[in-house]
Structure formats: structure tokens, C-alpha cells
């Protein structure tokens, strides 16, 4: 039987089984195979995670230009960083794939630990604080930006010399991600004007 004709039976925190019997290994694997797939399956959620999940924002989808992106990013971030450009946000975004996991992992339930990628292990140990709103992935009430706009919230954060504390201080009003404080330390440390201050 294609895969494109099974539909999902059940769903175990990560593996899949598709009528047959068979597994489908880990959800990441799985997922990338359904992602390129122009069929609808039928989905029958069994674990007590999954069907607690509110699914609301599953099909909601968001392009450039959405003013609801652009007021919870606002909402969110001290006026240091105001100056990012909901574009230049929404292009990196959708470059991050790490990030489209970790979205869609909120959405449906993690996997267990052995079937996650090393990149997303560190959303993994902190998966219980993380939610969405608007599409956008928060930590503890802090957004967290994709890859690409890291480098961009550290330069704005810079701006000034603040020195090492007052930038990872002001990092942190707004913004999380796994390994932040190294990087941040990093731009000072790379900095000329702050190393001889």
C-alpha cells in the first residue's frame, strides 16, 4: 500500500503507525515525508497530550504584511528593538527550519527525546515553558526569533557599548534562544571599543 493511501491509525508520542501495522520511525522523519505529500490524512489522536492541545492555530497561516505579527512582535520587545523590519523578521522565519519544528511540535506534541534533531534538543528541554501566539514561538513570555535575527538583536542591543551585563540584560527583556548569553558575550569580547574600555 503507498503511503499516500494510508491513513494514520495512531499516534505515540512520536512514532506513527500507519494502517498495516507498520512504524514510521521518529515524527521528524515522518513529518518531512507528510509535508511533500498532496493528501489529506485522517488523523485519530489516542494520547492524553494530544487531545489536550488546542489545535486552533494549526491551519493559520500568515504572510508579510500581517499587522498581527507586527503588533505581538511590538507587544513584546523593548523599544531597542523596534527597528527590526517585520519583513526582514517574516523572510528569516520562514528560513528557519529549526523553528518550523519546534512550531509544529507545539502543535501536534513533542516526539520522544531519541527521535529529536540535535538542533532542536534545546527547545526540547525547555518545550513545557514554550508556546505560540500568532505564530510567533515564545519562552516564558519572551519571543524567540529566528536564526537569521539573532545577529540583528545583538547589534541593535550593542548599539552604545552598553558593555557585557547591560546588553545580556537588555537581550533578555524581550528576546530568548539557546545559547544567547554566549553569543552575546561573543560581540563584546569581538568588539574593539568595548575590550579596550
Not at 121 to 145: A, H, T, W
Not at 157 to 166: D, L, V
Request: charged share 30%; proline share 4%.
Amino acid at each position: 500500500m503507498c503511503m499516500d493511501e494510508r491513513i494514520v491509525e495512531g499516534w505515540d508520542s512520536g512514532a506513527v503507525e500507519f494502517e498495516g501495522g507498520r512504524e514510521a520511525g521518529c515524527l521528524t522523519e515522518w513529518n518531512k515525508s507528510f509535508m511533500k505529500l498532496p493528501v489529506v490524512f485522517e488523523l485519530d489522536y489516542t494520547t492524553e497530550l494530544a487531545t489536550s492541545i488546542d489545535d486552533s492555530n494549526v491551519r493559520q497561516q500568515y504572510e508579510y504584511g500581517d499587522s498581527d505579527i507586527v503588533s505581538v512582535v511590538s507587544e513584546f520587545v523593548s523599544e531597542e528593538f523596534k527597528a527590526i523590519e517585520e519583513k526582514d523578521w517574516f523572510d528569516k522565519d520562514q528560513e528557519d527550519l529549526t523553528l518550523q519544528d519546534v512550531r509544529q511540535y507545539l502543535r501536534v506534541g513533542w516526539p520522544r527525546k531519541e527521535c529529536i534533531m540535535e538542533e532542536v534538543m534545546p527547545f526540547f528541554k525547555v518545550r513545557d515553558d514554550l508556546e505560540i501566539e500568532n505564530e510567533l514561538v515564545f519562552k516564558g513570555g519572551k519571543c524567540v526569533p529566528p536564526v537569521g535575527m539573532q545577529t540583528v538583536i545583538l547589534k541593535l542591543a550593542h548599539e552604545g557599548h552598553p558593555g557585557m551585563s547591560s546588553m545580556k540584560r537588555l537581550i533578555r527583556t524581550s528576546f530568548w534562544w539557546p545559547g544567547m548569553d554566549k553569543m552575546a558575550e561573543r560581540t563584546v569580547r569581538e568588539c574593539g571599543v568595548c575590550v579596550s574600555a
